[in-house]
């Protein structure tokens, strides 16, 4: 499964204005809405908020991977954004988070669901990849460097 392949490239914000969690949540769920109509943005919120009271989806080093399973869909899609101040996401390092990488995914994807967030997951872990998403100027540069990592794996 490539990334690019998932990535609501019209849901893409460069320049997150939320100050908090639940703002950065709300920013991403009405972007992913406004791209993709069959993507009731209030519920995703919902569905959005519930996973992160179970445990914050910050990972460290200034990424989220926000995450959860919605009913109704037919694939999964994802969808990136930044905030160029950073957030307190409860990350397990307790740094801001700057970037973040939405996924949501079919009610039933099963074994998918962990795939992509695997890979996802698998991305951030490199210095160099963070570097490109935060140094980028254009969209055109965000979907260039993941469209590199995609190929890396």
Do not use: C, W
């Amino acid at each position: 499964m490539k990334i690019m392949d998932i990535l609501v490239k019209d849901a893409v914000v460069l320049s997150l204005t939320a100050k908090d969690k639940n703002g950065i949540l709300e920013e991403m769920s009405r972007s992913l809405a406004a791209a993709e109509p069959s993507v009731p943005a209030d519920e995703l919120l919902s569905i959005l908020i519930d996973r992160e009271e179970l445990q914050s989806t910050g990972i460290g080093e200034g990424v989220a991977i926000p995450h959860g399973k919605m009913a109704g869909l037919d694939r999964l899609m994802a969808t990136f954004a930044r905030s160029d101040d950073g957030v307190d996401f409860a990350s397990i390092d307790g740094q801001p988070t700057q970037l973040y990488f939405m996924l949501v995914v079919p009610e039933h994807s099963g074994g998918q669901h962990l795939k992509a967030l695997a890979r996802i997951s698998r991305f951030f872990r490199d210095p160099s990849f963070r570097g490109k998403l935060m140094g980028a100027t254009s969209t055109e540069a965000i979907f260039r460097a993941i469209e590199d990592e995609d190929e890396k794996f």
